[in-house]
């Protein structure tokens, strides 16, 4: 049974940066694709960040976090990080970790809070 477990979240002032991590434990790391979505306080989830197995470890953004947030892995550690830098206001959100083990996104971390705030 594969199981994902975020780490790295919590409270930092606009302009500030965390790095969000995931270990997968149970599976195969290195086999797939993983992503990170997040779900904002009364809204739906979304798709942030995508590193993808079948497009030879390509990486995809959502426009909103382009050229700010990185999605990166080390298959070593069985861990995907999602380092976020200028955060916004707008980024608070619950974020979720996720492999894409066949065609569908899942199995799903628990989530982990991230706070942007003066």
């Known amino acids: 049974q594969v199981r994902l477990v975020e780490s790295g979240g919590g409270l930092v002032q606009p302009g500030g940066s965390l790095r969000l991590s995931c270990e997968v434990s149970?599976?195969?790391?290195?086999?797939?694709?993983m992503a990170w979505f997040r779900q904002p306080p009364g809204k739906e989830r979304e798709f942030v960040a995508e590193?993808?197995?079948?497009?030879?470890?390509?990486?995809f953004y959502a426009d909103s976090v382009k050229d700010r947030f990185t999605i990166s892995r080390d298959n070593a550690k069985n861990t995907v990080y999602l380092q976020m830098n200028d955060l916004k206001p707008e980024d608070t959100a619950t974020y979720y970790c996720?492999?894409?083990?066949?065609?569908?996104?899942?199995?799903w971390g628990q989530g982990i809070q991230v706070t942007v705030s003066s």
């Open positions: 149970g599976g195969t790391f290195e086999r797939y694709g």
């Open positions: 590193l993808s197995r079948k497009s030879g470890n390509s990486t």
């Open positions: 996720t492999a894409r083990i066949t065609t569908d996104y899942g199995p």
